[in-house]
């Protein structure tokens, strides 16, 4: 079996200290961080997604493969940092109020910084006035909203607004992602980006911030 196939098989038996140590072994024999991300962890995680789905594997399997992939995709933080446009920029990420995933938040956290940004990570089940107000504080240009769920999502409305109620709603940029939103969804509650995997957003975040 090749090791991203082991990679991804531990992952999906949540087995988080052999993911780590086949990340690093991965590391070691030159694979890029790239490549194991995508065909070792990201395959994983897609594959438990099918079983969640299918109702073969629960939430406790789910959660216990969920933290395999946050604990290799660690590993892989210092190598993601990519190329092009680098920027310096205040970034506030969360995933919203009501939602508790957060591996593509902490892969959009992880390109982000490779970028050159300072993210302020405020976690999980964030609601909108802690975007609001720690952006205030910090004096971000960017709020990043993540939400992975289809009756979550409707939360990245209410941070539009309240990032207008506060009165900056002309300083901030609003930037959404996740599996259940898209272009069209990002135009009709008035945010700014819509991207669709945590690249785009990097690059779009240091778009904005070496404006
Ligand atoms: Co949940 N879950 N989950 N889950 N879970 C989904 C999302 C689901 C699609 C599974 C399914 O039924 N097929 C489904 C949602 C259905 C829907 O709303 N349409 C679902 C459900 C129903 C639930 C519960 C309600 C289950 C239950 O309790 N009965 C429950 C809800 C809990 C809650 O949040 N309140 C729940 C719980 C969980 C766990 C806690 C067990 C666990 C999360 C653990 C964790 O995150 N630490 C979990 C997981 C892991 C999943 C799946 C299997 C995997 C999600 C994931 O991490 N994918 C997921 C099924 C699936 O996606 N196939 C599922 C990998 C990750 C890299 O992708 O987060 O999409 P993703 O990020 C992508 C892009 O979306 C994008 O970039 C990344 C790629 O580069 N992106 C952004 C994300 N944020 C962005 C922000 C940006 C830009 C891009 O800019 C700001």
Redesign the pocket.
Known sequence: MSILNEISQNLQQGKAKNVKELVQQAIREGISAKVILEEGL?AG??I???K??NNEVY??D??I???A??AGSELLKSLLASNGVKATGKVV?GTVK????????N??RMMMEGKGLEVIDIG??VPADKFVHTAKEVGAQII?????????MGEMKTIVEAVKEAGIRDKVTI??????VNENFCKSIGADI????????AEEAARVCSK
């Open positions: 990201l995680m897609s438990i997604g099918a969640f789905k939430v406790p789910v959660l493969a969920a933290r992939m946050n990420l009501g939602d508790l995933h957060d591996i593509g938040k892969l959009v999980i089940d990043a909203c993540s939400a992975l769920l289809t009756t979550t930037m959404i992602g996740g599996a259940p819509y991207t669709p995997d945590a690249a785009s957003a």
